[in-house]
């Protein structure tokens, strides 16, 4: 469990899949995803199963929880995944899948959290990212926690009748802001 003043983020649990149903079938939180076809049990279940094994050593994924009217509620995941023990990396993904938790700080905590996780804990030397390029609020809190723009992978994705890019970002150690309370 790692614990800031908004937020929390737990390890993820087998009951979790409820809620990762509903948030990864709602299209305006997929709207800024790269996953596009319906989410189903059974593949949230093997995402599940594949934490517990064959990612056990390379994904750090927590949801993310909050307090509301005294009650603990999981609004969204967070995670590091591909952590590469050779060249200390690994690649930063946050969805707050319950969009009545949008734009309250809550992303940018989680994520602050799970950066200094990363370089503290993790050892790593360098976190990639990535938003697509009509997602004004990750590309703001990606500016804001330190990353850099490195690029453009150019009409990366299909929506609504138009290409877009997405837009690349890397954050090294030295580049972080650390948080001083967190
Ligand atoms: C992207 C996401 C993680 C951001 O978390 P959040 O808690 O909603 O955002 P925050 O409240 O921390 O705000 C982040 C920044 O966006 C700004 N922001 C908030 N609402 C905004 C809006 N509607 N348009 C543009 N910027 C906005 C905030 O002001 C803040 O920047 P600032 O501090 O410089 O002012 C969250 O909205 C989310 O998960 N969205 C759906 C899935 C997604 O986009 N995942 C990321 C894929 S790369």
Redesign the pocket.
């Known amino acids: 469990m790692i614990k800031g003043k908004l937020v929390q983020l737990r390890p993820v649990q087998r009951s979790d899949i409820s809620y990762f149903l509903q948030w990864f079938n709602d299209p305006d939180?997929t709207q800024?995803?790269l996953m596009y076809l319906p989410m189903t049990e059974m593949v949230e279940q093997k995402f599940i199963e594949e934490l517990g094994t064959i990612r056990a050593a390379t994904s750090a994924f927590f949801v993310i929880e909050v307090e509301d009217a005294e009650k603990t509620k999981a609004i969204?995941t967070i995670g590091l995944n591909g952590i590469n023990a050779k060249d200390h990396n690994a690649t930063f993904?946050?969805?707050?899948?319950d969009?009545k938790?949008?734009?309250?700080?809550?992303?940018?905590?989680a994520?602050a959290l799970i950066i200094k996780y990363g370089f503290e804990q993790l050892n790593l030397h360098r976190i990639d990212?990535?938003?697509?390029s009509f997602?004004?609020?990750?590309i703001?809190?990606h500016l804001?926690l330190g990353f850099r723009e490195e690029g453009r992978r150019r009409e990366l994705i299909f929506r609504n009748g138009a290409y877009y890019d997405e837009v690349m970002f890397g954050l090294l150690r030295e580049d972080w802001k650390k948080p001083k309370k967190l």
């Open positions: 939180v800024y995803l969204g993904g946050i969805a707050i899948g969009k938790y949008w734009s309250k700080g809550y992303g940018t905590e994520a990212s990535g938003a697509l997602n004004d609020r990750s703001r809190m804001k």
